[in-house]
């Protein structure tokens, strides 16, 4: 069972938006840093973003700098990913992680999926006219 669960994937054409949404319902988020990664047919899963658990820090896989924004309100216990532009090669299943730890360094350096504990089932994304 997991404990996190996405919405918000589907099927958009190239240069459109859209927003992923995490909802943690069995635990509080505030004191958990949170990632988002995504898996294309073939490839590794790939950290796409991070958020610290007071959302003070945050960090991007180059390919998506300028036009995806994680963000997190941990009020309504969720954590978003809104996704600008999309291009074709962003097509994948994409994963919600987390991880307790509300240190501002978490999300320094790569985005390892090692580094993360608790999981979603994904969430597909696919771009394509």
């Known amino acids: 069972q997991s404990l996190l669960l996405e919405s918000g994937g589907g099927l958009v054409q190239p240069g459109w938006s859209a927003r992923l949404s995490c909802v943690a319902p069995?635990?509080?988020?505030?004191?958990?840093?949170f990632a988002w990664f995504r898996q294309a047919p073939g490839k590794e899963r790939e950290g796409v973003s991070c958020?610290?658990?007071?959302?003070?820090?945050?960090n991007y896989v180059d390919s998506v700098k300028g036009r995806f924004t994680i963000s997190r309100d941990n009020a309504k216990n969720t954590v978003y990913l809104q996704m600008n532009n999309l291009k074709p090669e962003d097509t994948a299943v994409y994963y919600c992680?987390?991880?307790?730890?509300?240190?501002?360094?978490?999300?320094?350096?790569?985005?390892?999926?090692?580094?993360?504990?608790?999981w979603g089932q994904g969430t597909q994304v696919t771009v394509s006219s």
């Open positions: 992680a987390g991880v307790w730890g509300p240190y501002p360094t978490m999300c320094a350096g790569a985005i390892r999926k090692e580094q993360f504990d608790y």
């Open positions: 958020i610290t658990a007071n959302g003070d820090n945050t």
């Open positions: 069995d635990f509080t988020l505030d004191r958990y840093t």
